[in-house]
């Protein structure tokens, strides 16, 4: 089933040197729920200039974001995964090494929280915890 639903996300960053930023996000998107347990979501992303979308079932989680930024990444528990990311200003080389990644959905709302390492040209460059809930509107 594809329902219509307000989604809120939360980012704590935290870089090599200990400096922390927290981001916060709300839209309306879009949730398809499948038989077999995997989920999407996609909404308007109107500070990239596009859409995210995010996906995942029990074994993987993926966010990609199209817009002036764009993105691809990848999370599967204890794997160090290559990411796509490619700015105004050209391309990184990216990967992420996911430490955490958990979720639930019921028919009415969904949680994902995911605690992922960021490494630039393979050195640390942040530790990020994100946090995605979406409750269904009626």
Not at 12 to 19: A, C, E, F, K, P
Not at 36 to 43: E, I, M, P, Q, T
Not at 66 to 92: C, D, N, Q, W
Request: proline residues 1%.
């Amino acid at each position: 089933m594809i329902y219509k639903a307000t989604l809120s996300s939360r980012l704590l960053s935290t870089t090599r040197d200990g400096q922390r930023d927290e981001f916060r996000h709300e839209a309306q998107a879009m949730v398809a729920v499948h038989d077999d347990g995997s989920w999407s979501l996609r909404y308007h992303d109107e500070e990239n200039g596009g859409q995210t979308a995010i996906s995942g079932n029990s074994a993987w989680t993926t966010i990609q974001r199209e817009g002036h930024v764009r993105s691809r990444m990848r999370f599967v528990h204890k794997e160090l995964l290559p990411a796509l990311y490619i700015t105004p200003m050209g391309e990184f080389d990216m990967s992420t090494m996911t430490h955490h990644c958990q979720f639930s959905i019921d028919a009415n709302s969904g949680h994902l929280t995911l605690h992922y390492d960021l490494l630039l040209s393979g050195e640390l460059a942040a530790q990020n915890q994100l946090e995605i809930k979406w409750i269904v509107k009626s």
